[in-house]
């Protein structure tokens, strides 16, 4: 929820007003939130599959089930389900079925496929703290990786700016359909995230730009912007608490974002490698009162795997990437594994990757397969959690998508067999209860604007 | 098959004074060759080689054996053309040593072009990385570099901890295409100018009229031309059709690296014997090189008669091992599973000419084994066993000793106390 929707709602509890108060001048109306989303669930008919195996996303598999889908949402999930006279029957005889994938992850649209100068958009790297840019101003729907990741079972992800930047300005989720606008394509009443980065991007972005030049200049950085921030969100609080009268504040959009992160309405994704970084950016939600969601790419995390439980924190992994940086050589592929052990622990595979997102499944097989090597036995109902359930928790949507629970978002995946294989494949895949990717069917297969005239395919 | 049965092994035969000896009993074998797949046999190593492979092989006296209880063996896995041993962190400049990069001089490229630039004098075996690709089940890699249009060349390197390439054998390197405007005048038609300018001069120099090349640049182009195959680093189909037309006026032997829309010419490719390292994961459009991108162009090429073998185009050094993955994912899409195999196995070796030396599962060959948990090409799967030359290798690595390190329960000391 944004500061205005707050605002909004603070107003219907309070502005109920006695008479002699209606004299006063009228407050200021609350403003829609801006670039809201458009997105419209496409038209489908009710679904039945029929006696595959489900994964549920909340650690649950059910043998020879039945999933129905009806008016975009999970009807219901269990043996030997009814189904309305118009529903369309899948035989999933065979077939595995599991919540859509939903990447926390993701540079598409902002670092688009073809990957050249024009389309290098995910960067605001002119200056350390650019809390004030929204990704989704950046997101090209025509990039023809969505249609990839739609192939691979992605029915929702997150698209962050880059690293570059302490804080690199908000994220956007969107629903993975094909659109002319982003607006088209904006998970509705989801909240917006922000990207903040540790180590040594930033470091080696700004050492010759001004710094921050070193890890002590990053935390100053976060520390001032905070800091910062505190007083503007005061006076903005003060003016929405006190009816919207008078002057409003000036406003400022990159302390609009920073006091969106102290109110606890923006959630905090952080770019974080190692065990002691993360253990400082920690201190640094506690001493100015935030949450962090999650860490990202946290190569080290498994270090720290009890106190990411203790504390509520995600961390969003790569099964096996490592060395590119010193501040990743430390990485292991039962990482995701270890994180995911103790009591609370929230592990979540993402991408960061327009070939990654194709295939987050083999991604969550891989860390299955090494903490095997490791005597960590994990089930499948588990591991689909880490590209599901815990994701859409991360993001603040699980009470809306993420698993196949009555009266959830029907973006479900029907795969050919298990989907933690190499030979996995996603043959269908539903976003709110349309089947918008069929692998058997060419009409149901999206395809950018870009690949017109020119595409590899047959 | 556990991590402590495993370890257990590896005990009892490090002490074994025939450390080059094994027979591994009732394994499903994958040769990689053409007696393909091989139910419940055995193979009896000897002194580093296979001498025998077949069921119920008799079990020499003292002979440490092995019972794969049905898991699958394969030829140890070809790592893809990488820069392991080259590269320890890919952001720390003190660390890289695979592309030599020299500055353009006023009068033209002499300095960039030097095909005599060896990079396997820059390979450190004692790199992490080697470890971490053994643990993946890799047991051989191309040093590769790419910082010019003649790039220079590299080697194939076991990674055993030798100094020195397979059969000492060097591989010339050529980079064509988008990623080498810089270095060409800005157009790519100058690519192909400056390779034939430089191979003429390697030929038939003009006294006093040498622009391009150093006297060892010429020798070292020339033997290459002669003898050895080049490894082009090239992706559009017009520029494969253009280095296929380079190749036959010189009568040079090329293989193709990258090759995205190398299916469009899969037949001429075929006929002119031209084999091709791809990315078979690669689908996105990434550049205008590129747009031709599909999960199929492992398959297509194959139908056509093609040798494939994989590299991994993204982190190829790091995540090397990531090249079952591309293998398999290949097969997920219309390669046949023993051609996806032989894309790290034997084709590889073929292509890069140290196939009597490392490649299949054959009597005479060196034995470079891998046991499987299962399917070697299912990410599903993990490596369980290797041995180099007969030797079996510890599945250790410094990332297995992180794990290890932070899976021990707490003892009241920090970790650094650990192992």
Not at chain 1, 87 to 96: F, L
């Amino acid at each position: 929820m944004n500061r205005l929707t707050i605002a909004a709602a603070v107003c219907a509890a309070l502005c109920v007003l006695p008479a002699h108060a209606r004299k006063k001048p009228d407050p200021a109306p609350a403003k829609p939130a801006p670039y809201a989303s458009t997105y419209q669930a496409i038209p489908s008919v009710p679904v039945l599959i029929q006696n595959a195996t489900v994964l549920t996303g909340t650690g649950v598999r059910l043998d020879n089930a039945d999933v129905l889908m009806q008016d975009g949402k999970i009807q219901s999930v269990g043996k030997g389900l009814g189904a309305p006279a118009n529903a369309r029957i899948v035989n999933g005889a065979g077939k595995w079925v599991t919540p859509g994938i939903i990447d926390v992850h993701s540079h598409l649209g902002v670092y688009a496929s073809p990957g050249i100068q024009a389309t290098s958009d995910g960067n605001e790297a002119t200056a350390p703290v650019t809390a004030e840019v929204w990704a989704e101003h950046s997101v090209w729907p025509q990039d023809t990786g969505f249609a990839k990741a739609l192939a691979g079972g992605v029915t929702s992800l997150q698209i962050l700016p880059g690293s570059a930047n302490l804080v690199g300005g908000r994220s956007v989720i969107l629903k993975n359909v094909a659109a002319t606008s982003y607006q088209a394509m904006k998970f509705p009443n989801a909240p917006h995230g922000v990207k903040m980065a540790c180590g040594e991007n930033p470091k080696r972005v700004y050492g010759e730009k001004g710094g921050p030049s070193t890890r002590m200049g990053n935390m100053a950085g976060y520390r001032a912007a905070f800091i910062d921030a505190q007083d503007y969100r005061r006076k903005w609080d003060a003016y929405e608490n006190g009816g919207r009268r008078g002057a409003a504040p000036d406003q400022d959009l990159s302390k609009d974002t920073l006091a969106g992160i102290l109110r606890g309405d923006i959630t905090v994704n952080i770019h974080c490698y190692r065990a002691d970084e993360m253990a400082a950016m920690i201190d640094l939600s506690k001493e100015f009162g935030f949450q962090i969601s999650s860490f990202h790419h946290g190569v080290e995390a498994y270090k720290i795997a009890d106190s990411l439980a203790r504390e509520n924190i995600c961390a969003a992994l790569w099964a096996d990437w490592w060395g590119f940086k010193l501040e990743a050589y430390d990485g292991i592929e039962e990482n995701i594994a270890l994180v995911d052990r103790p009591t609370g622990g929230c592990a979540i595979v993402h991408s960061d990757s327009a070939e990654g997102i194709q295939r987050l499944n083999q991604e969550a097989a891989k860390v299955i397969a090494s903490a095997a090597r490791a005597d960590i036995a994990i089930s499948p109902e588990h591991a689909i959690t880490w590209l599901t359930g815990n994701a859409a928790k991360a993001l603040r949507i699980d009470k809306l998508t993420g698993s196949l629970e009555t009266g959830k978002m029907a973006d479900v995946v029907v795969w050919n067999g298990t989907p933690f294989s190499s030979y996995a494949k996603a043959e269908q895949v539903y976003i709110d209860g349309a089947l918008l990717y069929d692998r058997s069917n060419k009409a149901l297969q999206p395809k950018a604007d870009f690949l017109l005239g020119q595409e590899g395919q047959p | 098959m556990s991590r402590s049965l495993i370890f257990i092994g590896l005990v009892a035969f490090a002490f074994n004074a025939q450390a080059q000896n094994v027979l591994i009993k009732n394994a499903t074998v994958h040769t990689a060759s053409s007696q393909g797949t091989l139910d419940k046999a055995d193979v009896l190593v000897q002194g580093g080689i296979i001498r025998a492979i077949g069921r119920n092989l008799a079990n020499p006296s003292g002979m440490k054996t092995l019972d794969a209880q049905g898991k699958p063996l394969t030829p140890g896995l070809f790592a893809g053309i990488s820069h392991i041993g080259l590269e320890e962190i890919s952001q720390e400049d003190s660390s890289v040593d695979y592309d030599l990069n020299l500055e353009t001089g006023d009068s033209g490229l002499i300095e960039t072009l030097r095909p005599e630039f060896d990079v396997t004098r820059a390979y450190n075996p004692r790199s992490v990385l080697l470890a971490v690709a053994r643990v993946g089940g890799m047991s051989f890699t191309a040093l590769g570099t790419d910082g010019a249009l003649l790039a220079g060349q590299g080697g194939v390197m076991r990674l055993d901890g030798g100094y020195e390439p397979i059969a000492g054998k060097r591989m010339p390197y050529i980079s064509i295409g988008a990623g080498k405007l810089g270095q060409s005048g800005s157009t790519r038609a100058a690519q192909f100018m400056l390779l034939e300018q430089a191979f003429n001069e390697a030929k038939a120099p003009t006294p006093g009229d040498e622009r391009l090349l150093t006297g060892q640049g010429r020798n070292a182009l020339n033997q290459a031309m002669a003898s050895q195959r080049f490894l082009v680093s090239v992706n559009r189909e017009a520029d494969i059709r253009q280095v296929l037309k380079l190749a036959q006026k010189y009568g040079i032997r090329v293989a193709l690296v990258g090759a995205s829309e190398a299916w469009r010419v899969a037949d001429q490719l075929a006929a002119a014997n031209v084999p091709v390292f791809i990315d078979a994961m690669e689908a996105l459009p990434s550049g205008f090189d590129q747009i031709g991108s599909t999960l199929e162009n492992a398959a297509r090429l194959q139908r056509a008669g093609v040798s494939v073998s994989f590299i991994n185009g993204n982190d190829g050094t790091h995540n090397a091992r990531k090249i079952r993955q591309i293998a398999g994912n290949a097969v997920s899409n219309g390669l046949p599973w023993e051609a996806g195999l032989a894309g790290i196995t034997s084709a590889p070796a073929k292509a890069l000419g140290v196939d009597a030396q490392v490649r299949s599962i054959e009597v005479g060959k060196s034995a470079d084994l891998v046991l499987w948990t299962g399917d070697p090409l299912d990410v599903a799967s993990t490596a369980a066993a290797m041995w180099l030359q007969g030797k079996e290798t510890p599945l250790v690595s410094r990332q297995t000793q992180l794990r290890d390190r932070y899976l021990a329960p707490a003892n009241g000391l920090p970790r650094a106390y650990q192992p």
